[in-house]
């Protein structure tokens, strides 16, 4: 005596409904995780009545109110900013270089980053204010 077995189909998986939940998932992910930069550095720039706004170039000097000094995002020391901006300038002397200072910071320490700026070759000058 023969007994006929039903032949049971495999069981599949949708994929439809997984190809919806990873869209999803994505579309959180990139909503939620928007890039901005952050500052490495928290700067408080003085307000200013008057001035334009400028183009920030491509050399940016921070200068944090617990005497940070950052070069383009990169912390340095006081004593490698001159040579640092020498190699910056070498190529292309005209460009801009950004200063942005925290308002608290002493005047003498922004008048001698100036001067780093001014013994590196430094021509163009932009110190960062806010609007009142």
């Known amino acids: 005596m023969q007994i006929?077995?039903?032949?049971?189909s495999k069981s599949e998986l949708p994929v439809l409904p997984m190809v919806n939940v990873v869209f999803l998932l994505l579309?959180?992910?990139?909503?939620?995780?928007?890039?901005?930069?952050?500052?490495?550095?928290p700067i408080d720039p003085p307000i200013a009545e008057s001035g334009k706004v400028l183009d920030e170039g491509h050399?940016?000097?921070?200068?944090?109110?617990?005497?940070?000094?950052?070069l383009n995002d990169d912390l340095v020391t006081e004593e490698d900013l001159v040579?640092?901006?020498?190699k910056q300038l070498k190529d292309h002397p005209n460009r801009i270089?950004?200063?942005?200072a925290d308002n608290t910071l002493p005047a003498k320490k922004l008048?001698?980053?100036?001067?780093?700026?001014?013994a590196?070759?430094?021509?163009?000058?932009s110190l960062v204010?806010?609007?009142?």
């Open 27 to 41: 579309v959180f992910f990139l909503v939620a995780g928007s890039i901005q930069k952050v500052e490495v550095v």
């Open 97 to 100: 270089i950004t200063i942005k």
């Open 59 to 70: 050399i940016v000097i921070a200068l944090g109110k617990y005497d940070e000094i950052v």
């Open 83 to 86: 040579p640092l901006l020498t």
């Open 120 to 125: 590196a070759g430094g021509q163009n000058l």
């Open 111 to 118: 008048i001698r980053t100036m001067d780093y700026v001014k």
């Open 129 to 132: 204010t806010q609007a009142p």
């Open 4 to 8: 006929s077995r039903s032949k049971q």
